[in-house]
């Protein structure tokens, strides 16, 4: 685990994005992550809903920590600098 990327315990639903956003840090930088339903779905094979959707989270955020992690040490931000998974 990179000492450099630390991640809050906070996570919401987004409307707009019809996605769960979740905040990293890296250098004082506050990154969103934003996860899918549909990558929500596969990890851990259910149907989610905006209704589910947080509860499912809780049940993989450390799988989901892991996957943005790497996308941030890999530079993977979408052009509004955001960690998109899924």
Known sequence: MNQNILF???????DSRQAVVFQAQ?????IDCVVS???LSK?????VSKENALTVFERIRFDLED???KAI???EFS??????LG
Request: net charge negative; glycine share 6%; proline share 3%.
């Open 43 to 47: 990890l851990d094979d259910i149907k």
């Open 67 to 69: 996957m943005a992690e």
């Open 79 to 84: 052009p509004t600098g955001d960690i998109v």
């Open 37 to 39: 339903l549909s990558l």
């Open 8 to 14: 809050s315990d906070s996570s919401e639903w987004d």
């Open 26 to 30: 890296q250098a004082g930088q506050l």
């Open 73 to 75: 040490e890999e530079e």
